[in-house]
């Protein structure tokens, strides 16, 4: 089964912190992604990769960073949090060209 | 245009009864592929069904089957004998094409309540 772990299940950080959120897949996948979600908003594509150290936007990537150093492992930073961040984050990994994205648990950011 | 559209926010159902998520898609590609997840109130996404658009028979996974419309565009989500553990939110995707990175699209998601 594919597995992909984020670090945190739940965090709690302060405004202006900068915030560190990891994600590693255990299936060899190119491609991974991060998500944010929203009540009412559904899934919101933040970034995503289809190969190390490449990166590509999605809708909202503003207040955002990614890195992408070992395909296992996919970072997704905020520069400098603030409460509008506030959310929860998912990480996803997928093959190249076909087949479904496996998720991770997601983790529930709190900025305060 | 929405490339995943979810009509119906919130759903019930009875316990035992079968039923069908609406969704219907948008896209020009001859070539993708159709996915629907449920995400439970613990928050993780967890894959159910696949359905590619070549595909002639319609997916099925235990009690998930896929109703595939291709000319309708539409790929309903159908739960046969409906438990009460299936009480989350369910959201339909796709993913356009081959090519190298290509996205996947989500639906806003659809709120079953499975009724004791």
């Known amino acids: 089964d594919v597995k992909v772990t984020q670090s945190s299940r739940y965090l709690v950080k302060r405004t202006g912190e900068k915030v560190f959120l990891e994600c590693v897949q255990d299936m060899d996948h190119e491609n991974m992604f991060w998500y944010r979600q929203d009540p009412g908003l559904g899934l919101r594509l933040i970034y995503f990769?289809?190969?190390?150290?490449?990166?590509e936007k999605g809708d909202i990537p503003e207040g955002y960073s990614v890195s992408r150093e070992k395909k296992e492992r996919f970072s997704l930073i905020l520069e400098s949090a603030s409460t509008n961040q506030t959310s929860m984050y998912l990480c996803?990994?997928?093959?190249?060209?076909?087949?479904?994205?496996?998720f991770g648990d997601g983790t529930r950011l709190s900025i305060l | 245009a929405q490339k995943i559209t979810q009509t119906q926010p919130g759903m019930f159902v009875q316990e035992k009864e079968a039923v069908t998520l609406d969704c219907t898609y948008d896209t020009s590609d001859q070539s993708y592929g159709l996915f629907w997840y449920k995400q439970p109130s613990s928050g993780e996404m967890i894959f159910l069904i696949y359905?590619?658009?070549?595909?002639?028979q319609n997916a099925t996974e235990g009690r998930y089957s896929l109703n595939f419309q291709k000319a309708r565009k539409s790929a309903n989500l159908v739960i046969s004998a409906s438990q009460l553990g299936d009480s989350a939110m369910y959201f339909c995707a796709m993913r356009e094409g081959l090519v190298t990175g290509n996205q996947f699209y989500f639906g806003t998601g659809t709120s079953l309540t499975v009724i004791p």
């Open positions: 996803a990994s997928s093959l190249q060209g076909v087949g479904p994205q496996h």
């Open positions: 359905q590619g658009s070549y595909d002639e």
């Open positions: 990769s289809y190969d190390v150290k490449m990166k």
